[in-house]
C-alpha cells in the first residue's frame, strides 16, 4: 500500500495570501496517478487536480498541481473565502490510498 | 446533470447488517467504474471498495475485505454496498464516487449517507 503524508496538518492564511500544500507518498506514484480533493462540512468532496497537475473541469486557474515520483505539490495563488477547506491527496496508480488532509483555515 | 445519490445509512448495533445503494443519473453509468470512501467522524478520506463498469471485478480494503460485498445493477443506475458484521470502527459517512476505468481519479462523488454503529 502506498502511504500518503500531507504537509501541514493546518495551514493558517489570509485571503489574497498563496497557499502550499505537500503530499509525499512511501513509494514512487506510477505515472502521476495523484489527484487532489477539496473537502467542506456537509459537501461531496470536489476533484480539483488529476495526473499530479492538471486542473479538473471548473476548476479556477488559482489551483495549480505539481510534482513527480514521490512529491507533489498544491498550491492556491490567491486565496479566496470559497477556498478555505481541507485538501487531500490521493493515490490511484494502485489500491488508492488518500493522505491525512491539510486544512487551510482563516487566519 | 451528474448525479450520484446515497441511501440507506442508518443505526444499527454491531454485528448486524446493512445495505447501501448509490443511484447515478446525468451520465453513461455503464462507463464508469464506481467506489466507496467513507469518512469517520472527525477523520480523514478512506477508500473502502470498488466495482468494474460491468461488475466483473471487485476490489475492496484490507478493512472491509470478507465483510462487505459490492454490486451493481446496470438496469437501475445502481450499486450497492452489503456491509455484514458491522463493527464501531465502521462508523463513517460513506460516500460513492465514479471514475474512468478501475484507477482514475474520481471526477464526481455523491454527498454521502451516514451509517453509525452502536449499541
Known amino acids: 500500500e502506498i502511504v500518503l503524508t500531507q504537509s501541514p496538518g493546518t495551514l493558517s492564511l489570509s485571503p489574497g495570501e498563496r497557499a502550499t500544500l505537500s503530499c509525499r507518498a512511501s513509494q514512487s506514484v506510477s505515472s502521476s496517478n495523484l489527484a487532489w480533493y477539496q473537502s467542506k462540512p456537509g459537501q461531496a468532496p470536489r476533484l480539483i487536480i488529476y495526473g499530479a497537475s492538471s486542473r479538473a473541469t471548473g476548476i479556477p486557474d488559482r489551483f495549480s498541481g505539481s510534482g513527480s515520483g514521490t512529491d507533489f505539490t498544491l498550491t492556491i495563488g490567491r486565496l479566496e473565502p470559497e477556498d478555505f477547506a481541507v485538501y487531500y491527496c490521493q493515490q490511484y496508480a494502485t489500491s488508492p490510498t488518500f493522505g491525512g488532509g491539510t486544512k487551510v483555515e482563516i487566519k | 446533470q451528474v448525479q450520484l445519490v446515497e441511501s440507506g445509512g442508518a443505526v444499527v448495533q454491531p454485528g448486524r447488517s446493512l445495505r447501501l445503494s448509490c443511484a447515478a443519473s446525468g451520465f453513461i453509468f455503464t462507463t464508469y467504474a464506481i467506489h466507496w470512501v467513507r469518512q469517520a467522524p472527525g477523520k480523514g478520506l478512506e477508500w473502502v471498495a470498488l466495482i468494474s463498469y460491468d461488475g466483473g471485478n471487485k476490489y475492496f480494503a484490507d478493512s472491509v475485505r470478507g465483510r462487505f460485498t459490492f454490486s451493481r445493477d446496470n438496469s437501475k443506475n445502481t450499486v450497492y454496498l452489503q456491509m455484514n458484521g458491522l463493527r464501531a470502527e465502521d462508523t463513517a459517512v460513506y460516500y460513492c464516487?465514479?471514475?474512468?476505468?478501475?484507477?482514475?481519479?474520481?471526477?464526481?462523488w455523491g454527498q454521502g449517507t451516514l451509517v453509525t454503529v452502536s449499541s
Open positions: 464516487a465514479r471514475s474512468r476505468g478501475y484507477l482514475g481519479p474520481f471526477d464526481f
